[in-house]
């Protein structure tokens, strides 16, 4: 199996804002072959011998497992390292923590609460560095969100998607990703939820590239007309939970139900979601469990896009 390298070569992912739309799809073909093969039984250890160091400072299922059995499913294999259980929590620097980690491992996936954590990591390691969720961006989410819709819609470009309820780490990767793909990207958030003007900025000059529109409005009616996709995430991420209540009073009317389907106008709109749901708030059962949502496809996707890019990171 041939593994395509972008010129020169990408050493960390971050944020989908400085991927390409060349790099993208190169990460697409090579997940779908990999999906086929592992599901065909057939071996494809391009990592043979490689290690995965994983560093969590927050919870995670999908996160953790798909990298983990991706990384075995290629030949190598993952350390769980609990930022806690790490000397990183008794105060060993972000930095020296990559220096030595770069000793040991051949790449880095990090989830972290501050942005800049993922960036000093990223700056200090000699080894690739993978954001496996920051407060600012989740990349492998949008990533595998992009190919799910892609294997539902055999096509991106000309789609609209609405990301309904937080402009969050996933609502930011939905417009970096979604620029890059030609996807117009219409997020339905509540004053002050909206997502950070500078992503909002970077996706729309992206956008004109491609011809997909970028669009940010409190107005779920029309946010969600003619959208091929609606996509939404909890209202209260990883380290807001004591905003929770508050927040749920000020989303109550966002929640992806039967009704905001219907009001989309299109018999063949899909439902999306990253995963932990948070049913009865963002989402309701109905819709959730309904034959529009692809929500599990999107949570298989993650390892299926990661293994790519762990494939040609650390090849
Ligand atoms: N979607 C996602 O990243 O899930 P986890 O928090 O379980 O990793
Ligand atoms: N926005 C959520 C995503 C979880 C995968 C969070 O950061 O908690």
Not at 27 to 43: C, M, P
Not at 134 to 143: E, R, T
Request: charged share 20%; glycine share 8%; proline share 3%.
């Amino acid at each position: 199996m041939k593994i395509k390298q972008t010129t020169p070569p990408r050493k960390d992912l971050l944020t989908l804002a400085d991927t390409t739309q060349d790099e993208i799809h190169g990460w697409f073909d090579l997940a779908r072959k990999l999906k086929k093969r592992q599901r065909a039984g057939k071996s494809h250890q391009l990592l043979a011998g490689k290690t995965l160091g994983m560093i969590f400072q927050k919870s995670s299922t999908r996160t953790r497992i798909s990298f983990e059995v991706g990384m075995v499913q290629l030949g190598g294999h993952a350390l769980f390292l609990s930022a806690n259980d790490l000397q990183l929590g008794r105060g060993e620097t972000v930095a020296d923590t990559a220096r030595v980690l770069s000793r040991y491992v051949d790449g880095i996936m990090a989830r972290v609460y501050k942005h800049s954590d993922v960036e000093t990591l990223a700056r200090c390691a000699t080894v690739p560095v993978i954001n496996g969720l920051s407060d600012y961006s989740h990349p492998c989410q949008g990533l595998a969100d992009y190919l799910t819709v892609l294997e539902h819609k055999g096509e991106l470009e000309g789609l609209k998607l609405t990301y309904v309820g937080d402009g969050n780490n996933v609502a930011h990767s939905l417009l970096f990703g979604g620029a890059i793909l030609g996807v117009s990207v219409t997020c339905v958030s509540p004053s002050g939820y909206q997502p950070l003007p500078a992503v909002v900025e970077t996706a729309s000059k992206a956008a004109k590239r491609t011809g997909a529109k970028i669009h940010i409005t409190a107005d779920i009616n029309e946010g969600v007309a003619g959208a091929d996709v609606i996509y939404t995430d909890v209202w209260a991420s990883m380290g807001q939970e004591a905003e929770h209540a508050k927040r749920v009073e000020v989303f109550k009317t966002f929640q992806i139900n039967a009704q905001m389907l219907s009001a989309t106008g299109k018999k063949d709109t899909v439902v999306m979601h990253c995963l932990p749901a948070h049913r009865g708030e963002e989402i309701s059962d109905e819709v959730m469990d309904g034959p529009r949502s692809i929500v599990l496809d999107q949570a298989e996707n993650r390892m299926h896009i990661q293994k790519a890019l762990l494939a040609s990171l650390m090849v």
